[in-house]
Each structure stands twice: as structure tokens, then as C-alpha cells.
């Protein structure tokens, strides 16, 4: 019972700061570029995660067949959604933001169904699916596609973001053979080789003018939202199943919507409340929620009938 209610600790924690990423690098953009603070965010992480790989025994992984996918993860999963990301919060909303990234499992289990052979798509995964896309057009709106100005071109920026996360989550299974400290240290570090220098190059950060506000949170970008959230997810995974971290997917955009709106004074529009509910529904019937309630209600019931 002890180790349950400090899972949901950890899971919570984590969804918070997850949540927050979106409030601090909208903060962030006020003074810094959407390139720099990538790479500021992964090169710090890369130094953390490595060190305690180091002090936890593990070096780099092995030459073979894992750097490949290593290469692939470290930019389909850091270095394209971080940039995205960020790119895209110049023009929308952190909060939404948030919102938008939660699609990430929908878009995985539609891609699974394609690049891997034991996770076709069903009737309940395809309604899931529908009802989640369509919590997208809901939040983008049709007029805003329409003229697909600068928010609109944002948002979809922050869905190309989903995409990584989610392409990069269904590479990530290929890593199963080696520690998951030592495959996320080295995806890290694989990510700042390539996005650090393309800051430099393309940014000429030595020329911005940050104000400290901006260098504190890409300092908690770095080192919370991405170093210690990825501790917190090895620790989480010690003691309880994916499944369990999934429900993150829940969590993460209510806490992105809340931090927005209390720090940022962002106002969503009508509209968000209820795109929101659809995606978060079309995540749940896609998992299997529906039939999982069914099952614990029958279970209830021949417990009570014994």
C-alpha cells in the first residue's frame, strides 16, 4: 500500500513538472531564441544524466546494432519535439501547448499499427483514435486551418512535436536489452551533439540578451523537466508498469493548462475545455479504458454475488 500511494506521488510529481515545461519555455522565448533553448534544456540534461549513469556504473552502451536507434530516438524524441516545441509556443498559448502534446499516444497507436508487427489497431483503438483527432480539428478550428496564419501554423509545429515523441517512443522498445539509465543517458548525450552545435551555428547565442528569467528556466528545463523527469520515470518503472506511467497522459495537460493560467494569466477559449475532454476520452477508449472499467466492474459484482 505504502509503495501504491508513493507511485501516485511520483506520478503526480511528475505530470507537474512535465505540465510546467510549456509555462517555462514560454517564459523563456521572451528574451531567448526557440533553437538556443533546446539546446541549452538537452545539453544540460545530457551533463546530469550522464553523470549519474557514471556514478551508477554504466558507460556508454556497446558498439552495434542499439546506436542506430539510439541516433534515431535522440532526434526524433529530443532534438526535433523540443525545437518544435518551442518554435511553436511564439505564436500559441503554453496551455494549449500542453493540450496538444497529450495527442502523443493517440499518434502512437496509430503508427504502431504500421511499424511493428504485435500492435495492429482494432475497433476500440480506431474509435479512440477518431474521437481524439477530432478533439484536434475541434481545438485548431476550421477557420483557423483555413487561414493558416501564424497560431495555426504553431500548432501544428507543437503536433509535428507529438509525432516524435510519439515515433520515438515506439523506436524506444528496441532498447529493452540494455539498462534504461545508461540507453537515456545516451540518447541525451546523442541529442546535445547534434542540437547544441546547430544552436551555435544558426543562433549565435553569445549575442542574445537574456534576462533571468529566461536563464532560470532553461536552467529548470534542463535540469528539472528533463533531467530529474526522466529519474523520475526510471524510478516510477522500478516498482509499476507502463501502463501505469501512461496515465501521465491525463495529468500532464490539465497541469499545463492550470500553470498557464495561473502564472501566465492565459485565458483558453471556450472551445479548449471541450477539445480537451474529446482528446482525453479518445486517449482512454484507445488504451483499452473502457473495457478495463467493464472488467473491474463484473469483477465487482462477483465479488459482491460470492
Not at 501544428?156 to 516524435?164: R, S
Request: no cysteine; charged share 10%.
Amino acid at each position: 500500500m505504502r509503495n501504491q500511494i508513493f507511485g501516485y506521488l511520483l506520478l503526480v510529481l511528475l505530470a507537474a513538472i512535465w505540465g510546467a515545461s510549456f509555462l517555462f519555455i514560454k517564459v523563456a522565448l521572451g528574451t531567448v531564441t526557440p533553437l538556443t533553448i533546446a539546446a541549452g534544456r538537452i545539453g544540460l540534461a545530457a551533463i546530469v544524466l550522464a553523470s549519474v549513469a557514471r556514478l551508477a556504473g554504466h558507460g556508454l552502451p556497446p558498439r552495434g546494432a542499439h546506436w542506430p536507434v539510439i541516433i534515431a530516438i535522440a532526434l526524433l524524441g529530443n532534438v526535433i519535439p523540443f525545437s518544435l516545441i518551442s518554435f511553436g509556443e511564439r505564436s500559441i498559448d503554453s496551455s494549449l501547448a500542453a493540450i496538444l502534446v497529450s495527442t502523443v499516444p493517440l499518434f502512437t497507436i496509430l503508427l504502431a499499427h504500421f511499424l511493428t508487427n504485435d500492435e495492429p489497431l482494432n475497433l476500440q483503438k480506431v474509435i479512440g483514435v477518431a474521437i481524439g483527432l477530432g478533439g484536434i480539428v475541434l481545438l485548431f478550428g476550421p477557420a483557423l486551418l483555413l487561414q493558416l496564419g501564424s497560431q495555426a501554423m504553431g500548432q501544428l509545429m507543437i503536433v509535428g512535436g507529438a509525432l516524435g515523441y510519439a515515433l520515438s517512443t515506439i523506436y524506444s522498445r528496441r532498447l529493452r536489452a540494455l539498462p534504461k539509465l545508461q540507453s537515456s543517458a545516451a540518447i541525451m548525450l546523442v541529442a546535445s551533439l547534434f542540437i547544441v552545435p546547430a544552436a551555435l551555428i544558426v543562433d549565435r547565442p553569445w549575442t542574445l540578451a537574456p534576462d533571468p528569467a529566461a536563464i532560470v528556466s532553461i536552467a529548470i528545463l534542463g535540469l528539472v523537466a528533463t533531467a530529474l523527469a526522466q529519474i523520475l520515470v526510471l524510478k516510477i518503472l522500478e516498482t509499476h508498469k507502463a501502463s501505469f506511467l501512461a496515465l501521465n497522459n491525463y495529468l500532464v495537460p490539465l497541469f499545463g493548462l492550470l500553470w498557464g493560467m495561473v502564472f501566465l494569466a492565459e485565458r483558453p477559449g471556450p472551445q479548449t475545455a471541450t477539445a480537451l475532454s474529446v482528446i482525453l476520452v479518445g486517449v482512454f477508449i484507445s488504451q483499452g479504458g473502457a473495457s478495463k472499467v467493464r472488467a473491474a466492474l463484473r469483477n465487482g459484482r462477483s465479488r459482491r454475488g460470492a
